[in-house]
């Protein structure tokens, strides 16, 4: 009887790498997949494109798999850059990784594997898939310091029904020190950070080259204009660093000390940004949420209820109740209020460890004022 065959997306990252020799292990026929997402400026200091193909293809060589490169530039341009522009322009902080793994990862990248023959895929990520009776349920890894189910929680049932996550059952150490065991080229390589194609380049700097974008006033609750903004498409709600107001005259504690500042809201039609000072402001803290695109893992909104969530990903699951509204739209409730709830982001439903989907924050209530 013959392997089934798996293509992996490998990244040159250290994950990727040992997912690969895994599969191997496992007596799966593994063949690469390096993918170029990003070839507008990939030759300046910031991109990594070139040395993380040298790296994916010599642990190739050294693991014993096949791999080939494949440029996906341009779907990722139309159906991840465009979309992330457009959300920035409006004033919002998308997440363009959840949307990355949906129409790249998972939609032409599984669609190129089939062409090549492929059974099934696999990618480094940290998750889990179950078969329960008919549906595929999307499972959080057993390392939960590492968990990616927020960023994969868009996937369908056809999707998942053909992937494979090496990783989801063991946690980042172990990785590391299998690594580090077969001697690959990259053991030692830094998990890669931030915003795929952006890199370590400044992250105002790259928006300047897209965006267009107006200065306006900086107020604080009451009115008062206590700065200039350099344009709303800059700035994310909770943000604390970069504001511009470190000179600027504060309310003093009793002690005598002074809490920071803190972006709060934005007045898109107005052009306002709202600054407030400490980190549990009225302001700050949401009651509940408003989402809209929703998509849900089994193919329907769960019913209404008590689940958990994430608005943001590294943080712990928080008690709350949905109410579908519609096919794309859902509220959520939170007994404890959320902090800096940002439109743009994902909101993740669980049901304990397994993922039920989630969709795009579009507004909150604050829990007061």
């Given amino acids: 009887m013959s392997k089934k065959k798996v293509v992996i997306g490998m990244s040159g990252g250290v994950d ?10 496992q007596g799966y026929d593994v063949v690469g997949l390096f993918m170029k997402n990003w070839e507008d400026d990939d030759d300046s200091e910031y991109c990594s494109t070139r040395q993380d193909w040298i790296d994916a293809a010599s642990v190739a060589d050294v693991i014993g798999v096949d791999i080939e490169a494949v440029n996906f530039a341009g779907e990722y341009k139309d159906r991840v850059f ?8 409006a004033g919002r902080t998308p997440n363009p990784d959840v949307l990355c793994n949906a129409e790249i990862k998972f939609k032409a990248f599984l669609d190129h594997a ?34 990616q189910s927020y960023f994969l929680h868009r996937l369908n049932q056809a999707q998942l029904s053909k992937t494979l996550f090496p990783l989801g059952e063991i946690p980042k150490t172990e990785v590391r020190r299998i690594a580090e065991e077969l001697k690959l080229p990259n053991a030692a390589k830094k998990d890669s950070t931030g915003i795929c194609f952006i890199g370590e380049r400044p992250f105002r700097e790259f928006l300047n080259r897209y965006l267009s974008y107006k ?5 604080t609750p009451d009115g008062k204009v206590v700065g ?5 498409s ?33 007045d898109i039609v107005n052009n306002i940004l709202y600054i407030v000072q400490g980190h549990d402001h009225p302001w700050l803290l949401s009651a509940a949420l408003q989402a809209d695109q929703a998509s849900w893992i089994a193919g329907a909104a769960p019913a209404a209820g008590a689940l958990s969530a994430k608005t943001r990903y590294r943080q712990a699951d928080v008690a709350c109740a949905i109410a579908p509204d519609g ?4 509220a959520l409730s939170f007994m404890d209020a959320q902090w800096a709830v940002t439109p743009g982001q994902s909101a993740v439903l669980y049901d304990g460890d397994v993922c039920l989907g989630g969709g795009i924050i579009a507004g909150s209530t604050f829990a007061a004022g």
């Fill in 16 to 25: 990727s790498s040992v997912a690969a020799w895994m599969l191997k292990e």
């Fill in 82 to 89: 465009a979309d992330f522009l457009r959300e920035y322009q």
């Fill in 228 to 232: 200039e903004h350099v344009g709303l």
């Fill in 327 to 330: 096919a794309s739209d859902f």
């Fill in 114 to 147: 089939m062409h090549l023959g492929a059974d099934l895929i696999a990618t480094g990520h940290y998750a889990r898939v179950r078969r329960q009776d008919e549906q595929f349920q999307l499972l959080k890894a057993l390392d939960h310091t590492k968990d």
């Fill in 234 to 266: 800059f700035y994310t709600l909770g943000q604390r660093k970069g504001i511009g107001v470190g000179g600027m005259k504060a309310y003093k504690n009793p002690d005598g000390s002074s809490d920071a500042w803190y972006v709060a809201r934005k």
């Fill in 215 to 219: 200065p306006g006033p900086m107020m």
